[in-house]
């Protein structure tokens, strides 16, 4: 006869129940959808209008790096989120770090102040980086996947610093609808 033993078994993060991952992709869409909230009409022919760095991608790497920013956060939901009793906080920090992705569109899009885009780059890397301090212990690879993002990062704050640099603005800043 078969003993269970008395504590369950901790959760594989790389097996994850197949609820996890609607839950994961729910996330993500929320998140993207507010994104795309923050973001208000038409924010590829704002950048368009843009004056840009002669190496800026075109638009549709634009959208391809978004793409693979959702792709690395359901990965890393997918795998965080069976470890949730126990290790909540890089879950939340995580969801916190995308809501203040797609909150960064209302400076860049909506205010059209390319200064305080670049400028809240500062407390969003603390975000990242305490995330990646909660994850590191927890899943390996969620970690790699965003510490490849971090080096994304340095790309963004440099093409950010130049956009605002080359746009500077005119007149009193807009009022958000």
Same mark, same amino acid.
């Given at each position: 006869?078969?003993?269970?033993?008395?504590?369950?078994?901790p959760p594989n993060p790389a097996k994850p129940h197949p609820m996890t991952y609607a839950i994961a992709l729910l996330l993500c869409v929320v998140a993207a959808a507010f994104e795309g909230l923050c973001?208000?009409?038409?924010?590829?022919?704002?950048?368009?209008?843009?004056?840009?760095?002669?190496?800026?991608?075109?638009?549709?790497?634009?959208?391809?790096?978004?793409?693979?920013?959702?792709?690395?956060?359901?990965?890393?939901?997918?795998?965080?989120?069976?470890? +949730?009793?126990?290790?909540?906080?890089?879950?939340?920090?995580?969801?916190?770090?995308?809501?203040?992705?797609?909150?960064?569109?209302?400076?860049?899009?909506?205010?059209?102040?390319?200064? $305080?885009?670049?400028?809240?780059?500062?407390?969003?890397? $603390?975000?990242?980086?305490?995330?990646? +301090?909660?994850?590191?212990?927890?899943?390996? $690879?969620?970690?790699?996947?965003?510490?490849?993002?971090?080096?994304?990062?340095?790309?963004?704050? +440099?093409?950010?610093?130049?956009?605002?640099?080359?746009?500077?603005?005119?007149?009193?800043?807009?009022?958000?609808?």
């Open positions: 006869m078969r003993t269970r033993p008395p504590y369950p078994a973001a208000g009409r038409d924010p590829l022919g704002q950048l368009r209008a843009t004056r840009q760095p002669p190496w800026s991608p075109p638009n549709w790497v634009w959208v391809l790096i978004g793409i693979a920013w959702y792709g690395i956060c359901f990965a890393g939901l997918a795998r965080l989120l069976p470890l +949730w009793p126990e290790h909540r906080l890089a879950v939340i920090l995580l969801c916190a770090l995308m809501l203040a992705n797609g909150a960064a569109n209302i400076l860049g899009f909506r205010m059209k102040r390319l200064d $305080l885009a670049f400028f809240f780059l500062f407390p969003y890397w $603390l975000l990242l980086g305490a995330f990646l +301090w909660s994850v590191r212990p927890l899943d390996g $690879l969620t970690f790699a996947l965003f510490a490849f993002y971090c080096v994304y990062q340095l790309y963004a704050a +440099w093409w950010g610093y130049r956009l605002w640099r080359m746009n500077p603005p005119s007149g009193p800043p807009p009022v958000v609808p």
